[in-house]
């Protein structure tokens, strides 16, 4: 998101607890959306740390975070900060979102990107 510097965020902690992955998501000039794997820490200890560096880095517009997901419990700790904007989609929501974003990103349209942040 660096290129951009303004998007979304999206949160989930892995079942076992083991991993917090943050992704972004910002649209590129081209029309295309940018998806990226933005940090990918080990437990839950350091992310709401970690995201609201993310929020102080960018322009996030809303922090995405499933209410039955794995990392809804950051959701409290996150909606007590001032630049967070938290956004909570129900099940169908969810559903909608997945398979709206495989169905529309064919196989050419993935591209592998390196991320260095």
Excluded: Y
Aim: with cysteine; hydrophobic share 45%; proline share 6%.
């Amino acid at each position: 998101m660096d290129r951009i510097g303004a998007g979304v965020l999206a949160v989930e902690v892995a079942s076992d607890r083991a991993h917090t992955s943050v992704c972004s998501a910002c649209r590129l000039p081209d029309d295309r959306v940018q998806v990226e794997l933005v940090a990918c820490l080990d437990g839950t200890a350091t992310a709401v740390d970690r995201i609201v560096e993310l929020h102080d880095r960018w322009t996030v517009h809303a922090t995405v975070i499933d209410p039955m997901g794995g990392a809804t419990n950051l959701r409290r700790p996150l909606g007590e900060r001032p630049k967070v904007e938290l956004v909570a989609p129900d099940a169908a929501a969810v559903k909608v979102a997945h398979a709206d974003f495989v169905d529309l990103a064919g196989p050419s349209d993935w591209r592998w990107s390196p991320t260095t942040s």
